[in-house]
């Protein structure tokens, strides 16, 4: 699967990390940034890996700053993003599921055991469609009205 990945300057180090277990299953990734600690602006990293996902380029994405928070609301501005802010594995699984989410967002406070649990789920479930599909048409015909 093809992954775009970005994080802010507190996330770089987590992003490493979940670079090389990406790679390590076979996965394809291309960092958007940030590639050091020097201080950016989590919203530039968000529209990057935003936009790489809706124009299919990228499966799916995944966005990395200290809470996950700033991440998830500044995705969520671009257009067929559905990025969702994940803790743990059920929230990654309900996200797909559910919601088909194309983007999760996390914290940097991410334990190795619960950050393996939460790429898989994320990158294994499959969106169940039904009466979802039909809540995430109404999403989609919001965008660009609020």
Avoid: W
């Amino acid at each position: 699967m093809k992954i775009a990945i970005g994080s802010d300057h507190h996330g770089v180090e987590l992003k490493k990390s979940i670079i090389n277990i990406l790679t390590g299953e076979g996965h394809t990734c291309r960092d958007f940034g940030a590639y050091n600690t020097d201080a950016v602006d989590y919203p530039d990293i968000a529209q990057k890996v935003g936009a790489a996902v809706t124009k299919e380029d990228f499966e799916r994405g995944i966005l990395i700053c200290y809470t996950g928070i700033g991440m998830s609301i500044a995705a969520n501005k671009g257009k067929g993003v559905r990025a969702a802010l994940c803790y743990d594995a059920f929230c990654a699984y309900r996200a797909r599921l559910h919601n088909n989410a194309n983007v999760i967002a996390l914290g940097t406070r991410c334990d190795d055991t619960t950050l393996h649990q939460i790429l898989d789920k994320f990158l294994t479930t499959e969106f169940k469609g039904g009466r979802h599909q039909r809540r995430l048409d109404k999403i989609k015909a919001m965008e660009g009205q609020c």
